[in-house]
Structures are given as structure tokens and as C-alpha cells.
């Protein structure tokens, strides 16, 4: 059985491929390697043990993705593609939207135009905003989002329950992702960001590398244990075995689901420092900052509707993915 992932040489969609190739599905990557690069492939292999296809290009060019639909029968879309960073999404709305939502467009036009109906979506805890309260569950009112990024996330989701309404032949998997870190444990894929990270575990990892200096926390007086942010941080490899929960479901006709992957588990910024620091041993300085506008205190989900549906829960613990990425980091 076939699969185009597209994004599937990022961070998610690399390890997604793993698992999809480890289950003896056919993996088809559409990528723009606009945040990826190609060597990526060939590290996937190594570690499957098997190659995935790879076309260069754009989910905006739809002829491009009808043929590739009728080349040969692909079953389903997982569609990773998309820019993700919140800071540049408030600088470049316009590309935002273009890419993220347009592209999102341009993808279903080509699957309906080559007859594929299947698809699992990377949405975002960001659609729950800050009206709501934690643990999120998927029946809560979508939130207000704050930043185009998240305007993005939940504006698809919105394209993609009204296609299905519109449409019931398709079936579809909206997942919220919560806080993905950590990276395989060969160190051979992991996350790259472009320039300074703006995510908390890669900020960490290069200030242990002693790329960059010291570690900021913003805030130190939220309403929290500790005083300092609380999120839902799920190991990649775990988020990546969701997808092929969330696979086989839509394959079966399931309709339109949403689904949290999380873990569950609040952890705050020190927690995590403090881990990170004993499981790896490197030394991680750090001072308190005021807090970055738009966050908010807590943020973790409830995991009880993809344990009952889809029969997936996270596996791997905070020292894992601390002990991960460190590993990834090391050997870049
Ligand atoms: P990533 O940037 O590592 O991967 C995205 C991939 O999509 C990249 O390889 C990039 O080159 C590709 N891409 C971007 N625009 C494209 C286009 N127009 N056509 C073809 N390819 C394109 O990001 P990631 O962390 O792997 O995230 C994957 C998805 O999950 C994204 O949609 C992101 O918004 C979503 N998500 C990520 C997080 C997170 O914290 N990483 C959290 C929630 C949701
Ligand atoms: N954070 C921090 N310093 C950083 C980056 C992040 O203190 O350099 C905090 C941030 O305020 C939040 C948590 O770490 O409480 C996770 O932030 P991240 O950007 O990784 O994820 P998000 O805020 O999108 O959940």
C-alpha cells in the first residue's frame, strides 16, 4: 500500500517515514526541502533499512501532484508540509497563509482530482488558545488564535471538517500535536532548525553544545508549580507511531476524527533543564527573562480519546527524549 507524506524529509515527517516503512508501506515523499534537505533520505534508508521515493516539489503545484496520484494507486495523504515558525508566521502572514492554507487547498484539489480521499492532518495544540483550560480535550471550542501560524492550523482544520461535510467519501484524521522533541535514537535524523531555535528543547541542546551562550526562561511567575511554563512534551518517535494509528483508521473509512498526541503529562521549563542537564551531564546556564508575549501558563492534553480509538499512547519518557536529542545534537 502507498503513502505520499508531504513535508516527509522534516523533523515529524522523517520519523513518520520510519515507522511507515517499518510497517511495509510504500512512502512517497513530496518536499520542497525549503526546511529539510535531501540527505535525509538516505539517512531514513539506513535506518529503515528500505528507500523511500523522493520528489523535490511543492504542494502548490497541483499538476504535479495528479500525476504523481495517477503514476500509481496511492491510498492516502499524511501532510506535514507547511511553515511552522510562530515568530516569522507575525512577520510574513502572507506566506503563511499561502503556503500553509493555499497549499493545503491546492493539495486537495489534486487528491480529489486523482481520487484520493484519505488523509491525516498535523494540526496543532495551538487551536485550543487560551480560553480554554488544560488537560485540552478534542470536544472543547476551538480557541482564538493568536499568531497566523495558528490562524493557519486552524483555518485547515475548519477547510477540512466543511470538505467532509461537503464530501462524505472522505475520511480524515485532524491530530493536535502538542510539544514534539527529542529525535531517533541511532542520531541520525532529528530536528533542524534554521538559524537561533525559538522551541525550548533545541534552544537547550545548542546552549549544551555551547553554540549559544545561556538559555533564557520566560517567566519565572506563572501560575505554575514552579513558577515557569508548563507544556506537553511527547518524544517524535511516539508522535510518529500516531500517525500510523491515525493511518490505519482513516483507511477504514473512519470519517472525520480529531485526536491529541500528548503524553498527558504537564512538565515545566526547569523540569525539563534539570533533566536534561542530569541524563546528559552537560551543563546548561540559564537566567530568568520576562515572559514572551503569548504564552500562556500551561498547556497539556487529555489522551484518553486516542487510547479508546486508536489504541495509541506515548510511550517513551522525559529522559528519553532529553537523552535523544542530546544525541542528535552531538553528533551534528
Ligand atoms: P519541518 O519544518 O521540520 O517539516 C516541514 C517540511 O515541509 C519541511 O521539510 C519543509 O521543507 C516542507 N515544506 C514546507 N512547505 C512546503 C511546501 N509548500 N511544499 C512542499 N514541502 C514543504 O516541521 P515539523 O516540525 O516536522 O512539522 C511538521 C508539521 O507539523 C507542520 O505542518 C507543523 O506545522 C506541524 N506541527 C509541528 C509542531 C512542532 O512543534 N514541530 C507542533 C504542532 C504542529
Ligand atoms: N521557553 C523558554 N525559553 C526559550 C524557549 C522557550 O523559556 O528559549 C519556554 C516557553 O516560554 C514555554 C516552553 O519553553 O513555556 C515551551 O516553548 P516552545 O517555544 O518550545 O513551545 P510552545 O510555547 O510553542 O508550546
Redesign the pocket.
Known amino acids: 500500500m502507498s503513502v505520499l507524506v508531504?513535508?516527509g524529509?522534516?523533523?515529524?515527517?522523517s520519523h513518520t517515514v520510519v515507522e511507515l516503512l517499518a510497517k511495509r508501506y510504500n512512502v512517497i515523499i513530496?518536499?520542497?526541502?525549503?526546511?529539510?534537505c535531501r540527505e535525509t533520505v538516505d539517512r531514513i534508508e539506513q535506518i529503515a533499512g528500505r528507500a523511500p521515493q523522493f520528489v523535490e516539489g511543492?504542494?502548490?503545484d497541483k499538476s504535479l501532484i495528479v500525476n504523481l496520484l495517477q503514476d500509481e494507486p496511492i491510498e492516502a495523504v499524511i501532510h506535514?508540509?507547511?511553515?511552522?515558525a510562530v515568530g516569522e508566521s507575525v512577520q510574513k502572514p502572507l506566506e503563511y497563509y499561502k503556503?500553509n492554507v493555499y497549499?493545503t487547498i491546492c493539495l486537495l484539489e489534486a487528491m480529489c482530482a486523482g481520487g484520493c480521499k484519505n488523509m491525516v492532518f498535523?494540526?496543532?495544540a495551538t487551536v485550543y488558545g487560551s480560553e480554554n483550560r488544560p488537560p485540552f480535550n478534542e470536544a472543547m471550542p476551538d480557541g482564538v488564535t493568536t499568531n497566523p501560524y495558528g490562524t493557519t492550523?486552524l483555518t485547515i482544520e475548519r477547510i477540512l471538517r466543511e470538505l467532509y461535510i461537503s464530501d462524505k467519501d472522505w475520511s480524515i484524521s485532524l491530530l493536535r500535536?502538542f510539544?514534539?522533541i527529542g529525535a531517533h535514537k541511532s542520531g541520525l535524523i532529528g530536528?533542524r532548525p534554521s538559524g537561533t531555535p525559538n522551541?525550548l528543547m533545541p534552544y537547550v541542546s545548542q546552549v549544551a553544545a555551547k553554540k549559544l551562550k545561556k538559555l533564557s526562561i520566560f517567566g519565572k511567575d506563572f501560575d505554575t508549580a514552579d513558577g515557569t511554563g508548563v507544556r506537553d512534551y511527547i518524544h517524535v518517535v511516539d508522535l510518529a507511531k500516531g500517525h500510523i494509528h491515525a493511518l490505519e483508521r482513516v483507511l477504514g473509512n473512519s470519517g472525520l476524527d480529531v485526536f491529541n498526541l500528548g503524553t498527558g503529562k504537564g512538565c515545566s521549563v526547569l523540569e525539563l533543564v534539570n533533566t536534561f542537564q542530569q541524563v546528559t551531564g552537560q551543563k546548561v546556564p540559564y537566567s530568568f527573562e520576562k515572559r514572551r508575549e503569548g504564552d500562556i501558563a500551561e498547556c497539556y492534553a487529555d489522551t484518553s480519546l486516542a487510547k479508546e480509538v486508536l489504541g495509541w499512547q506515548a510511550e517513551l519518557g522525559l529522559e528519553d527524549m532529553c537523552a535523544d536529542a542530546w544525541r542528535w545534537e552531538s553528533r551534528e
Open positions: 508531504t513535508g524529509t522534516g523533523f515529524i515527517g513530496l518536499d520542497n526541502l525549503s526546511n529539510s511543492d504542494i502548490r506535514f508540509a507547511g511553515l511552522k503556503n497549499g498535523s494540526s496543532s492550523k500535536y510539544n514534539p530536528e522551541n
